[in-house]
């Protein structure tokens, strides 16, 4: 009986570890920051969420031009609650199809994190 025990206990950690790996291979798809660039356009940001942190960590944007930034579905927790604190944006995207609208003014380099600090990355504005 403790054998089956053990058989049962290792086949159970093997199934997590594989739904663990698999669930962050499936989240960890390399992807593109998509940026509309033309003037007076909006530029698209969508993040993913990547090796324990935002992806990609380094957004480059032009100034005078809106920005619209939303999260993929592989964000989860607290990294929903996106801020740059320096630019006064802060807004919880519940779902990808929620989005934070704002248009930077002054060029420079911008920290971006999630509401605890545990997520970051880096808004470059041109």
């Not at 093997?14 to 962050?24: K, P």
């Not at 798809?29 to 530029?43: A, F, I």
């Not at 619209?68 to 990808?96: H, M």
Request: with cysteine; proline share 3%; aromatic share 8%.
């Amino acid at each position: 009986m403790k054998n089956i025990t053990i058989i049962i206990s290792v086949i159970v950690m093997i199934a997590l570890a594989s739904a663990f790996v698999y669930s962050n291979s499936s989240s960890t798809n390399d992807k593109k920051t998509e940026t509309t660039t033309s003037n007076g356009e909006v530029q698209k940001v969508i993040l993913s969420y990547k090796s324990g942190n935002y992806y990609p960590q380094t957004v480059t944007v032009k100034s005078g031009q809106p920005v619209e930034i939303s999260l993929d579905s592989s964000v989860k927790g607290c990294y929903r609650s996106f801020t740059i604190s320096s630019l006064n944006v802060k807004k919880y995207l519940a779902s990808p199809s929620d989005s934070v609208t704002f248009t930077p003014t002054k060029k420079g380099t911008y920290r971006f994190a999630c509401s605890m600090g545990m997520g970051t990355g880096t808004l470059i504005v041109e």
